[in-house]
């Protein structure tokens, strides 16, 4: 990566997307060239709306924010207010942004802030349904040659699904948008639930960000605390997954990961698995490997480098 990392931000917050952005816009290591929203979590007046809340937490409303697609390539939005609450950020009480959207639309923007950077120097981190990089990808199939690497929170292999037995969320609500993705030849990262779910916000590292006392520090202890009641009750887990962090924190410290470099396709025909990512991890196929799948994390090394980075604001 060049140093500072260049990256652009695909979202849909939702509280884990937060702790994302908030962990990104606190790194050194990386310039965040701007956050592009999509539908997810909740409608995209809302995504667009929270990732200029979580800016403005951030002290950074220099950083611009875009609107990209409202629903998926070819299907009706899927949403999950029963995971993230209606405004898609319940939790804290925080305020109504004050910062604009920047009015150029995301999927333009991201196609001309390609075309214009050096070849390969730009990394996306995308934490949502992937309909706004799959349109870009449509509409300027040259783009792809210029993204350095898409780092992306999506799928699952051995932990199977979250939304149904098969699928999860993010890939499960435009799996067309996601077939385009993985099929792209970009270099990929992808942060499944087999990893994500071994992310767990645990009381003590709950208190541990709470503990930090500042507004970013004790919103995301509280956002944290919100997802975690759905958790609980689903799972019967120690604390909610911390999803959309492990792409940050991925590229801060790819050593407190592990994973294979395999061929992972995407079902998109099936209504019964809708969605899922068919992942070779035996390597029992001879389909070209296109990502690297990531399986494993030092659980306690993230949260230390969450910690740490959530106490710089
Ligand atoms: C993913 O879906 C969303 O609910 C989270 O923000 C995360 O990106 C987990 O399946
Ligand atoms: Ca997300």
Do not use: C, H, Q, Y
């Given at each position: 990566m060049p140093d500072p990392a260049r990256i652009v931000i695909d979202t849909d917050p939702g509280q884990d997307d937060a702790v994302a952005i908030l962990t990104a816009l606190a790194?050194?290591?990386?310039?965040?060239?701007g956050i592009t929203a999509v539908a997810g979590n909740v409608p995209l007046e809302l995504t667009a709306r929270n990732a200029r809340i979580v800016c403005e937490l951030a002290g950074r409303e220099d950083v611009p924010v875009f609107a990209g697609a409202r629903q998926p390539l070819r299907r009706p939005l899927v949403t999950a207010e029963h995971v993230h609450g209606r405004t898609g950020l319940d939790g804290p009480d925080l305020p109504d942004p004050t910062m604009a959207l920047d009015g150029r639309p995301a999927v333009s923007w991201l196609i001309d802030t390609l075309r214009a950077e050096?070849?390969?120097?730009i990394t996306i981190c995308a934490l949502g349904p992937l309909t706004n990089l799959a349109l870009a990808l449509l509409k300027a199939p040259d783009i792809a040659a210029r993204i350095g690497r898409i780092v992306l929170m999506g799928g699952a292999y051995f932990?199977?699904?979250?939304?149904?037995?098969?699928?999860e969320f993010n890939i499960y609500v435009d799996p067309e948008a996601a077939q385009v993705v993985f099929r792209s030849g970009i270099p990929l990262t992808v942060l499944p639930l087999d990893v994500t779910h071994k992310a767990l916000v645990t009381r003590a590292r709950n208190d541990a960000f709470r503990a930090l006392g500042s507004p970013a520090g004790v919103a995301v202890a509280q956002m944290t605390d919100f997802f975690e009641r759905f958790d609980l009750e689903k799972y019967g887990s120690d604390g909610a997954p911390l999803h959309d962090p492990c792409v940050i924190a991925w590229l801060l410290a790819p050593d407190l990961f592990s994973g294979r470099e395999i061929n992972v396709e995407i079902e998109t025909?099936?209504?019964?698995?809708?969605?899922?990512?068919?992942?070779?991890w035996w390597r029992v196929t001879d389909r070209r490997p296109n990502a690297l799948f990531v399986g494993d994390v030092d659980a306690d090394g993230l949260f230390d480098l969450l910690t740490d980075r959530l106490s710089r604001f």
């Open positions: 790194s050194p290591e990386f310039e965040v060239l050096p070849k390969g120097s932990e199977v699904g979250n939304i149904t037995p098969a699928a025909l099936s209504e019964l698995t809708r969605g899922m990512t068919v992942a070779d």
